[in-house]
């Protein structure tokens, strides 16, 4: 603009040295007091994170006790077990779950079709149907009593969240996340009630290791669709969307595995105990559901994986503060070792956003959706000093205009 208002003759050339940026250096003053502020707001931010963190991890906990307590309850003691099958349960879990999930989407007065990051119907289906394989297969291992006393299904989850976030590049691979998923899954082994049993969990390991490989697939695919923005009501629908496909491939491999299963609802030992208990695992369901896509969309895969042993650190606790249970030696020793990979975790959490880098794929999904721009071809610095000087494109005002075009 003011070099607009210059006749042309008085312009000082591109050439001259004496018009030079580096000459009239900038004022430090603002920028340190613009990096105060950008820190102290950056803490602030690390704060509200971590205390969202402890929230959402502590209702993922009372709902995956909620649903695997309940679960057990239904489908162990063999012949005489409250509900026939596991898989016939599951499917009735999910579409209850379903139910729930939209209800609240509802009452939240949310719009999909106002949301331009809501999930298309296939994309939901294909990830229903492999969550509702996934815990079928766990709900098959939910039957045995000792499984569910050790949390067997949760064992192997940090490694398969880990990888996920890998394959999905929203985690990279380091010697310290090697460090921690190997420390998570030690702890976790050895914080189990009762003592790590490698031969029980050796039976269910099958099962888990096949609900794993599935959870894998569905985490990642789940990453290129879970909405960034829109908060909890946009998650509740996305989860509702998921469930009723999870109940239908319940339902279907029910059907197929054990036709039986269906006549035999007819004749439950003890219908009004089975109503109390699948509504609440319904609910259980669909919040931890909700919980995981919070975590992920708030922080990363990796940091759900390092939530999921506070479950067996969890029941330790009641466990032994009731009485039920004596704390040994191994379980101490895996609650050290899952404290430390938790505490260095949390550390270079705090160091890396606090630092602006982010080496190891602490990024809010929004930000790793970003594609950066491409750089702008090299040019001569002769042709940059002439790009300074260029006529602008914009309409510059009139009375800066008209002496010049007179003379």
């Known amino acids: 603009e003011l070099l607009e208002a210059v006749p042309e003759e008085r312009r000082p050339s591109p050439d001259d040295p004496s018009f030079s940026p580096s000459k009239h250096p900038p004022r430090q003053g603002g920028a340190a007091a613009g990096s105060v502020v950008a820190a102290s707001e950056a803490s602030s931010s690390l704060k509200s ?16 006790m909620c649903y695997s307590s309940g679960a057990t309850r239904l489908l162990s003691g063999g012949d005489k077990a409250l509900f026939p099958d596991p898989w016939l349960l599951s499917g009735v879990v999910h579409i209850g779950g379903a139910i729930v999930c939209k209800a609240i989407a509802y009452l939240t007065k949310y719009d999909a079709e106002q949301d331009k990051e809501a999930v298309d119907t296939m994309s939901a289906s294909v990830l229903g149907l492999m969550f509702g394989l996934e815990n079928g297969l766990y ?4 039957c045995d009593v000792a499984a569910e006393s050790r949390h067997d299904v949760y064992v192997l989850r940090p490694l398969v969240l880990a990888a996920s976030g890998v394959l999905a590049g929203t985690n990279k691979p380091s ?19 009762g003592g790590a049993s490698a031969e029980g969990f ?16 569905r985490w990642v695919f789940t990453l290129n669709v879970l909405p960034r923005h829109g908060g909890l009501p946009s998650l509740w629908c996305f989860a509702g969307q998921m469930m009723w496909p999870s109940g239908l491939v319940g339902f279907e491999i029910a059907f197929m595995s054990n036709y039986g299963s269906y006549r035999q609802l007819l004749h439950l030992p003890n219908p009004l105990e089975v109503l109390k208990i699948v509504p609440a695992i319904a609910l259980a369901c669909g919040l931890q559901l909700l919980v995981e896509f919070r975590v992920v969309q708030a922080s990363s895969l990796w940091t759900l994986g390092l939530c999921i042993p506070l479950l067996q ?31 260095g975790e949390v550390a270079a959490f705090w160091k ?50 008209k002496p010049h075009h007179k003379k």
């Open 352 to 401: 890396e956003r606090t630092s602006g880098t982010d080496a190891n794929g602490y990024l809010k999904l929004a930000e790793e959706s970003q594609v950066s721009s491409p750089p702008e071809p090299w040019h001569s610095a002769q042709e940059a000093r002439s790009r300074q000087y260029a006529q602008p494109q914009q309409i510059r005002s009139e009375p800066f205009r």
């Open 313 to 343: 650190v969890s029941t330790l606790g009641l466990s032994v503060a009731t009485s039920e249970g004596d704390l040994t030696l191994s379980n101490m020793l895996g609650v050290a070792l899952y404290g430390v990979a938790l505490v």
């Open 202 to 217: 050796m039976t269910s390991f099958p099962w888990i290791a096949l609900a794993g490989g599935i959870s894998i697939f």
């Open 175 to 193: 010697a310290r996340l090697v460090v921690s998923v190997v420390c998570v899954l030690l702890g976790s082994w050895l914080t189990s009630t």
């Open 49 to 64: 994170t971590f205390f969202l963190l402890i929230v959402l991890a502590s209702a993922w906990v009372a709902s995956s």
């Open 139 to 142: 709900a098959k291992v939910l």
